[in-house]
């Protein structure tokens, strides 16, 4: 993909850091992305209304409204990917996070190239590059359509968020493959687990879980196998 591919993409930066805001505009409008940016919660939604971004990058400890409420409120109105960027680098910060619904998580002080090649990563895997257009996965009463982006369970659309999508996807397009969570990080995430959390996996298969599985105590489709990975059970 070429950075023309990328013309047209808003990018949406919440952060109440002017350095931040500006290193990270520099790096991503190189991409070819359009950057519009917020110094707090409220200015964020406002921006959000307005721009109709395509990714967001949201910081966490902001003015006015935080960036785990303001996570939450996007999430009530769109699915559109969202990376969280904070110096709040805790465990339970990031699952958190993870639980309300971001695609992503880094932890500052951060490498700028890493953030626009995660935000490139997010904005391909949301056009659907990387899946298969035509195959469409059908497991019990569960439909993966990798072409439309689309789940249903027993006839019922599912609402995934883009990073959902593109797990279950993957998985369900090697079935009954077994793969670690450092795996799943290159592939899904296309990140070096070097920057990466593990429990970002974990966090994402079990809202997955939640979302398709009819008992997620006991699930039958997404499996866990102890001491080495998740497998897709067909």
């Given amino acids: 993909m070429s950075l023309s591919d990328f013309s047209g993409r ?98 500052k002080p951060f490498s700028p190239r890493e953030l626009a090649a995660r935000v490139r990563t997010v904005l391909k895997r949301s056009d659907g590059a990387g899946l298969h257009p035509g195959f469409v996965v059908e497991v019990g009463d569960l439909r993966i359509d990798p072409g439309s982006r689309e789940v249903e369970v027993g006839g019922r659309a599912v609402e995934l968020t883009p990073k959902e999508f593109d797990l279950l996807a993957f998985l369900a397009t090697h079935p009954r493959q077994v793969f670690a969570r450092s795996q799943l990080l290159e592939q899904v995430w296309d990140s070096n687990t070097a920057w990466q959390d593990p429990s970002t996996v974990t966090v994402h298969i079990r809202r997955l879980r939640q979302k398709i599985e009819s008992n997620p105590d006991n699930p039958k489709v997404i499996i866990t196998v102890w001491g080495v990975g998740y497998r897709f059970e067909t």
């Avoid at 960027?85 to 805790?90: H, P």
């Fill in 10 to 107: 808003t990018v949406l930066v919440v952060d109440d850091e002017p350095m931040v805001r500006e290193v990270v505009t520099t790096y991503l409008t190189r991409d070819g992305l359009d950057v519009t940016e917020a110094s707090d919660g409220a200015s964020a939604l406002r921006a959000f209304e307005e721009s109709q971004p395509d990714l967001i990058v949201l910081d966490v400890m902001l003015p006015k409204i935080d960036g785990y409420s303001l996570l939450s409120e996007f999430r009530s109105r769109s699915n559109v990917p969202v990376i969280m960027l904070t110096a709040r680098g805790e465990e339970t910060d990031r699952v958190l996070g993870l639980e309300l619904g971001a695609d992503d998580y880094l932890v």
